[in-house]
């Protein structure tokens, strides 16, 4: 898929977070600074939450406490920082695997997925060391990863293909599909 789409869903959106979703590198962190700064919205990047309550590296806490602690850790800060609103939240790769959390990114926010070829995220990654779901072969670990999440995103209300993309055009699209779904809750 190339570009955008509007993913139809029942129900009407609550439009005060803007919250990205999407696989590792696919522009969740750049993207929604730039769209916080057009927005006038805070800037909430989930896994820099995570960090500052627990006081050590995403890293540490897989290699330390397991992805299961993690997990967990990441339903309760997703769960604190939805109490505000007025927010462009970027998610780590994996929030979306808990039930829990989808539905509660649907019920405060509107959720823009970010894609990407395979080939692009192995790219963008290749020099990253500070990634725990990539320890081993990053390529194999990628396309696993890749593979297992592939229907994990869907829920969005819209995704952005960003494999060719700048940070600027992706930003667009999203708003446009952002300012459109707001504009329907109002209306």
């Given at each position: 898929m190339?570009?955008?789409?509007?993913?139809?869903?029942?129900?009407?959106?609550?439009?005060?977070n803007?919250?990205?979703?999407?696989?590792m590198?696919t522009?969740?962190?750049?993207?929604?600074?730039?769209?916080?700064?057009?927005?006038?919205?805070?800037?909430?990047?989930?896994?820099?939450?995570?960090?500052?309550?627990?006081?050590?590296?995403?890293?540490?806490?897989f290699?330390?406490?397991?992805?299961?602690?993690?997990r967990?850790?990441e339903t309760?800060?997703?769960r604190e920082?939805?109490?505000?609103s007025g927010?462009?939240?970027?998610?780590?790769?994996?929030?979306?695997?808990a039930?829990?959390n989808?539905?509660?990114m649907?019920?405060?926010?509107?959720?823009?997925?970010?894609?990407?070829?395979?080939?692009a995220?192995i790219?963008?990654?290749?020099?990253?060391?500070?990634?725990?779901?990539?320890?081993?072969?990053t390529?194999?670990?990628?396309?696993?990863?890749?593979?297992?999440?592939k229907?994990?995103?869907?829920?969005?209300?819209?995704?952005?293909?960003?494999?060719?993309?700048?940070?600027?055009?992706?930003?667009?699209?999203?708003?446009?599909?952002?300012?459109?779904?707001?504009?329907k809750?109002?209306?």
């Amino acid at each position: 898929m190339s570009g955008d789409e509007i993913q139809p869903k029942t129900g009407s959106a609550n439009t005060g977070n803007l919250i990205l979703v999407g696989m590792m590198a696919t522009g969740k962190s750049s993207v929604g600074a730039l769209l916080a700064e057009e927005l006038g919205y805070e800037l909430v990047d989930l896994d820099h939450a995570i960090i500052r309550k627990e006081g050590r590296s995403v890293s540490d806490i897989f290699a330390e406490e397991g992805e299961e602690y993690f997990r967990a850790l990441e339903t309760e800060v997703l769960r604190e920082t939805l109490r505000s609103s007025g927010q462009v939240i970027s998610t780590g790769g994996g929030a979306v695997l808990a039930p829990v959390n989808r539905d509660l990114m649907l019920e405060n926010g509107i959720v823009a997925a970010l894609s990407a070829t395979a080939e692009a995220i192995i790219s963008r990654v290749a020099e990253d060391n500070n990634r725990p779901l990539l320890a081993g072969n990053t390529e194999d670990r990628v396309r696993r990863i890749m593979e297992e999440r592939k229907d994990a995103y869907s829920f969005a209300h819209c995704t952005v293909d960003t494999t060719s993309l700048t940070t600027a055009q992706v930003c667009h699209h999203v708003l446009m599909h952002y300012r459109v779904l707001a504009f329907k809750h109002v209306g």
